[in-house]
Nanobody, 114 residues
Framework: VQLQASGGGSVQPGGSLRLSCAAS????????MGWYRQAPGKQRELVAV???????VNADPVKDRFTISRDNAKNTCYLQMNSLKPEDTAVYYC?????????WGKGTQVTVSS
């Protein structure tokens, strides 16, 4: 099983980016999928998580700006990030609980700067 994250990049404050995380391999069940981020010198923190049934939770710093969603048919999770701020700059990691095991994707860099 692998998680492939994509969609990071550089954007100006107020801009938008959409991250994608696709799971592949021998998948029987995917429960929670989510996004975490780690800024330089800081610990990794939860950004948003979505259950298999579609219930989503966003961390307070990104509420009303970020939206997590998933396409179960494609085994893919998305993070739509709007109104980006410089403090959103971090490496973003995809996480999924697949077949009873925690998996992490390689990080994708998001840089918000003018």
């Amino acid at each position: 099983v692998q998680l492939q994250a994509s969609g990071g990049g550089s954007v100006q404050p107020g801009g938008s980016l959409r991250l994608s995380c696709a799971a592949s391999g021998s998948i029987f069940s995917i429960h929670d999928m989510g996004w975490y981020r780690q800024a330089p010198g800081k610990q990794r923190e939860l950004v948003a998580v979505i259950t298999g049934g579609g219930s989503a939770v966003n961390a307070d710093p990104v509420k009303d700006r970020f939206t997590i969603s998933r396409d179960n048919a494609k085994n893919t999770c998305y993070l739509q990030m709007n109104s980006l701020k410089p403090e959103d700059t971090a490496v973003y990691y995809c996480h999924a609980f697949i077949n009873g095991i925690n998996y992490w994707g390689k990080g994708t860099q998001v840089t918000v700067s003018s």
